[in-house]
T-cell receptor, first 114, second 113 residues
Framework: KAGVTQTPRYLIKTRGQQVTLSCSPI?????VSWYQQTPGQGLQFLFE???????NKGNFPGRFSGRQFSNSRSEMNVSTLELGDSALYLC?????????????FGPGTRLTVT | AQSVTQLDSHVSVSEGTPVLLRCNYS??????LFWYVQHPNKGLQLLLK??????LVKGINGFEAEFKKSETSFHLTKPSAHMSDAAEYFC???????????FGTGTRLKVLA
């Protein structure tokens, strides 16, 4: 089975721009979660989608948004980029609801904001 | 409320010696517990999971962890460290129905030749 894929792998954007990141989960997985990883803050949970519904959200400003499509693929959007948004963004998929099922992570998208 | 504490931010061991990475958790209900490893500039890889079956869990690459409810601990061990084990390790706690995956702050393992 193919693993979780994320595109693009690397991205350089300018402050004020917006960006869209994409995640394709493992086939059959219905839950997709997004995380931001930085050296200073560590791994922080952004949001989780299950069957196209956002089920849980972390403490991030409204500039961070996401969605999930009927094929379980997910996108994450960040508008009005700030320098502090530079991070590794990780996507993870799970068979079902978080709690009982393990998550499988993609390789991440490295976003650099200049 | 759930929380997880990784007691050491950095651990150094010599190649061939045992590895112990410590994790304590707090959970109101029966938790699921996981250990992940992250090599530099890579995503996270699942090492092992505990979901209320056997308390001693064996994972990949020779790692194992023991769930101790009385001590609220889930420490990760390996009998003999290899250079390729150098990475960051994350302990995770989750409870069914909360839809939350709580990560520890990570332990960076250094393996000395």
């Amino acid at each position: 089975k193919a693993g979780v894929t994320q595109t693009p792998r690397y991205l350089i954007k300018t402050r004020g721009q917006q960006v869209t990141l994409s995640c394709s989960p493992i086939s059959g997985h219905r839950s997709v979660s997004w995380y931001q990883q930085t050296p200073g803050q560590g791994l922080q949970f952004l949001f989780e989608y299950f069957s196209e519904t956002q089920r849980n959200k972390g403490n991030f400003p409204g500039r961070f948004s996401g969605r999930q499509f009927s094929n379980s693929r997910s996108e994450m959007n960040v508008s009005t980029l700030e320098l502090g948004d530079s991070a590794l963004y990780l996507c993870a998929s799970s068979l079902g609801g978080l709690g009982r099922y393990e998550q499988y992570f993609g390789p991440g998208t490295r976003l650099t904001v200049t | 409320a759930q929380s997880v504490t990784q007691l050491d931010s950095h651990v150094s061991v010599s190649e061939g010696t045992p590895v112990l990475l410590r994790c304590n958790y707090s959970s109101s209900y029966s938790p699921s517990l996981f250990w992940y490893v992250q090599h530099p500039n890579k995503g996270l890889q699942l090492l092992l999971k505990y979901t209320s079956a056997a308390t001693l869990v064996k994972g990949i690459n020779g790692f194992e962890a023991e769930f101790k409810k009385s001590e609220t601990s889930f420490h990760l061990t390996k009998p003999s460290a290899h250079m390729s084990d150098a990475a960051e390790y994350f302990c995770v706690v989750s409870t069914s129905g909360t839809y939350k995956y709580i990560f520890g702050t990570g332990t960076r393992l250094k393996v000395l030749a």
